[in-house]
């Protein structure tokens, strides 16, 4: 081993925090992360990490890293092909595809995960050159749901202020193991430690957050409505309302408080399995707190009811007032769109009109994102508009998504297939070509998530060592792919590379010019950027150009709050690009106030939209206690299909060498359930599903709700060894999941409520 070289400022990639830290590079190679600490410097996790990010080396260094090309070949074999050939075939196949039905059958799936989301900023003038109209990533198979219900009832991303509110609410969240906001672990320190703040924690287990809680509400799987109506319908019933407030910035609340008055709260609480008496407390505690932020996560929108439970829990932050103060929620502005809100029509009974739809299945698009879980479906049949072609950029759809071996079998349907990623993934053995590419230490990288409220703060990273074998970053294979299909004509772009050399002044000139007279530079302007701008880039930022346009945007649209920041005046978006490249822990982009909350609700009289009639219908149906999904005789528990554990991290994490601890891979159960079953505590048992069965270590957990079972997600990859071995640790979840198990609105799949058995091995 040498010695370390000095640490340098990146973020972490494993989870949608991106906490700041500090890389030290050794090894023989020097390329090895030998030492990783929190960045004190960044401007939200202020030097906090978890557990996982120590162990970044196995993702940057992992032996399966593909160093070239592949195509597929008849047998099903790969083999290694140059670049200028995997281009020139590739661009052949989509410019075929592209004539003969019209690009918008060639169907996109990613484009960035937990740590980099410029391979989705590059990818838009990638999809303008191939006449793309659809695409899906991880967003649209749980927060859709979420999405949908905020663009409606607030027209913009919230960022609930739980580190500052005085009661603060998770509704299956589990940030003790997910983390998924900042500094997850002190905040319930916190919270816990300050006599006067109260936490409140919505799930079926008794979690490791629920330990932190002042009133953990052990909901049965899959009731999360019930409850939540019961919290509403309490508050209402009360009289805890806010009058002067609604009155001032709400439509529809007499309306809502009408509905909640008739709200059986005791029994809607007791069919939740949550005493009544707690629900009503949990109520006034929300409907009396000075302040009150919630946060829902996956629990809740991968459950059944998900996308009704969001709008409840709206109803909750709303209907008490909690919005646009501080430690309450605010409307946060976005560099880049991490999740584009949902702007459609709605009508005067306030039911959305004209919702975009899929083509051949026609379920609903919200946020431009269609539904994975429907993906599948929508590419199996003989439909004239059905997909004929897929690229999927930094996603493993096939081990992500619903129904594994339906989706396994739509992508060998179709006619072209690529996968864009730094291994080969499940998904990648499934496509005619996969194209390696850097990976996100290896080039310029930031993400799209929401961050801090009012101070917004966005961290672009440098690169801390060159890439593996020269590979390149998505933006080269984009370009080169639109190049090789001869969209430019020779010299077309020549005017704004010159203009580029001179300087940004004379460059944003030239660009909001040919932006305003060639339409191609508007369709492919990520390409445009990165082959003008990109080039005249110090050494190795061409990647960054993309922000440069970005940042534009952002100037534009949020004057007031960039200017507050310290950028104004006609190169203010230059400014604003200017800061990101050159502050490596993250820098503040803009500032949000509190006074401008209502007026940035783009409704006309900017007031918040509190009837949804779509799920106003939905709630009716909650008057039958009749749950969506039932245990049946036959599948009597609801499995958790993928549960964040210490070490999970998505699809991020192949070796298995990676996990430490116990009960690393197990299926967790209910002692008194698996006594019932006769099954002991570390057994070897089957689980089984409607669509498949898997062998898997039982664990006892007394944390557990009986009735319901767990397996960790992220498991069950094939990763193969430095000596070629192939292996494969834990269950594959979704080879168990079927995807019509889902939303109704969103299409987001219940996979925490797939009915399931377990049987000794
Ligand atoms: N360690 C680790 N952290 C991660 C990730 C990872 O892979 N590993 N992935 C990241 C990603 S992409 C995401 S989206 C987040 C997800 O983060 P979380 O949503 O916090 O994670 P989960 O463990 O999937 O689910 C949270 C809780 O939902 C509960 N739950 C199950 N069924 C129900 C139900 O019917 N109702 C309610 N209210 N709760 C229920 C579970 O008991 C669990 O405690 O985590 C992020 N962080
Ligand atoms: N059954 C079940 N299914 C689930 C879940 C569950 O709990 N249960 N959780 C769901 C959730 S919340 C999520 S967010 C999804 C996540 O599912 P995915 O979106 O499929 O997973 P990620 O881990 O984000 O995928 C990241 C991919 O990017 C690749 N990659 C890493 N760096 C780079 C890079 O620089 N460039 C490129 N091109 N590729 C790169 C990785 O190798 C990996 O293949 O899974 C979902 N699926
Ligand atoms: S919370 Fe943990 S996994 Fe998430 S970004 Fe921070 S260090 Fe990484
Ligand atoms: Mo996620």
């Known amino acids: 081993m040498t010695e370390g070289t000095g640490a340098k400022s990146t973020a972490c990639n494993l989870c949608f925090v991106n906490c700041g830290i500090k890389v030290e590079l050794g090894g023989d190679d020097g390329r090895q992360f030998v030492k990783i600490k929190g960045d004190p410097e960044h401007p939200t996790s202020q030097g906090y990490i978890c557990n996982k990010a120590a162990r970044l080396n196995y993702y940057q260094n992992a032996p399966d890293r593909l160093t070239s090309p592949m195509r597929r070949k008849a047998d099903g074999s790969y083999e290694a092909i140059d670049w200028d050939t995997a281009i020139r075939e590739i661009a052949d196949k989509l410019a075929t595809v592209k004539s003969t039905y019209g690009g918008e059958k060639i169907f996109y799936y990613g484009g960035g995960g937990q740590g980099n989301h410029l391979v989705g900023a590059s990818a838009v003038g990638f999809k303008g050159a191939l006449g793309i109209k659809y695409s899906g990533s991880a967003l649209s198979q749980e927060k859709t749901g979420f999405s949908w219900v905020y663009s409606r009832m607030i027209g913009g991303l919230i960022h609930p202020e739980l580190h500052h509110a ?43 957050s629920t330990d932190y809680a002042d009133i953990h509400l052990a909901v049965t799987a899959g009731r999360d409505a019930w409850l939540m109506a019961a919290i509403v319908g309490h508050i209402v019933q009360s009289e805890l309302l806010p009058m002067d407030w609604l009155q001032t910035h709400a439509n529809g609340y007499d309306e809502i408080i009408e509905y909640f008055k008739t709200v059986p709260v005791e029994e809607y609480a007791r069919f939740s399995g949550v005493d009544p008496e707690l629900a009503k407390e949990a109520a006034e505690v929300i409907g009396n707190a000075e302040t009150f932020a919630l946060e829902e996560d996956i629990g809740a929108q991968m459950a059944p009811h998900s996308t009704l439970t969001s709008y409840l829990n709206f109803l909750t932050m709303l209907i008490t007032g909690n919005y646009g103060r501080p430690g309450t929620m605010g409307m946060i502005t976005q560099l880049g769109q991490f999740l584009p809100t949902h702007l459609g029509k709605v009508d005067d009974d306030n039911r959305e009109v004209d919702l975009p739809r899929l083509p051949v299945t026609g379920f609903p698009i919200i946020s431009g994102l269609y539904p994975g879980a429907l993906l599948a479906e929508e590419i199996l049949n003989d439909h004239p508009d059905r997909p004929r072609a897929l690229i999927v950029e930094s996603s493993n759809p096939v081990h992500s998504l619903p129904e594994t071996p339906k989706l396994r079998k739509a992508i060998r349907s179709l006619d072209f297939s690529l996968a864009v990623d730094v291994v080969m993934t499940d998904t990648a053995r499934e496509c005619d070509y996969v194209l390696p590419v850097a990976t996100q230490y290896e080039k310029w990288e930031a993400t799209f998530f929401p961050r801090n409220f009012p101070a917004n703060i966005f961290h672009m990273r440098k690169p801390l060592l060159a890439p593996l074998h020269d590979l390149p970053t998505e933006h080269e294979i984009h370009s080169r792919i639109i190049e090789a299909m001869g969209l430019f004509e020779e010299g077309e772009l020549d005017d704004l590379k010159q203009a580029a ?3 940004f002044d004379t460059f944003q000139g030239a660009f909001f010019q040919a932006f305003g007279s060639n339409p191609k530079v508007g369709q492919m302007i990520s390409h445009v950027l990165y082959r003008t701008l990109g080039e005249h880039l110090p050494e190795g930022q061409s990647e960054t150009a993309v922000m440069w346009g970005l940042s ?12 507050r920041a310290g950028f104004k005046g006609p190169d203010a978006g230059t400014q604003l690009f200017n800061a990101l490249r050159t502050s490596p822990s993250g820098a503040i982009i803009g500032i949000s106030s509190y006074d401008e909350a209502f007026s940035r609700i783009p409704h006309p009289d900017n007031k918040l939209q509190l009837v949804i009639r779509e799920l106003m219908d939905e709630m009716d149906v909650l008057r039958e206690l009749k749950p969506l999904l039932e245990p049946s005789e036959e599948f009597p528990f609801a499995l958790t299909a993928g549960a964040r554990r210490s070490y999970t991290a998505n ?43 898997a062998l898997v270590d039982l664990g006892y957990d007394e944390r557990m709700q009986p009735g319901t079972l767990s397996i960790p997600n992220g498991q069950g990859m094939t990763f193969v060894d430095a000596e070629g071995e192939e292996h494969v640790m834990g269950v594959f979840a979704n080879e168990l999941t079927s995807a019509k198990y889902r939303d109704p609105f969103a299409g987001t799949p219940f996979h925490k409520h797939v009915p399931a058995r377990v049987l000794p091995a």
């Open 166 to 208: 005085q009661v603060a609410m998770l509704v299956g969240k589990n940030p003790f193991l997910s983390n998924g906001m900042d500094q997850a672990r002190s905040f319930l320190r916190d919270i816990k430690k300050d006599p006067n703040r109260k936490l409140i924690v919505v799930d079926p287990r008794v979690s490791e």
């Open 501 to 503: 050399s001179e300087g």
């Open 552 to 563: 534009q945007i952002y100037v534009m649209k949020h004057p007031q709050e960039a200017a």
């Open 651 to 693: 699809c991020i994490m192949r070796d298995p060498q990676w996990p430490k601890g116990k009960h690393i891979t197990a299926l967790t159960i209910h002692p008194s359930d698996a006594e019932a079953l006769n099954l002991e505590d570390g057994a070897m048992v089957k689980l089984e599903t409607e669509v498949g069965s």
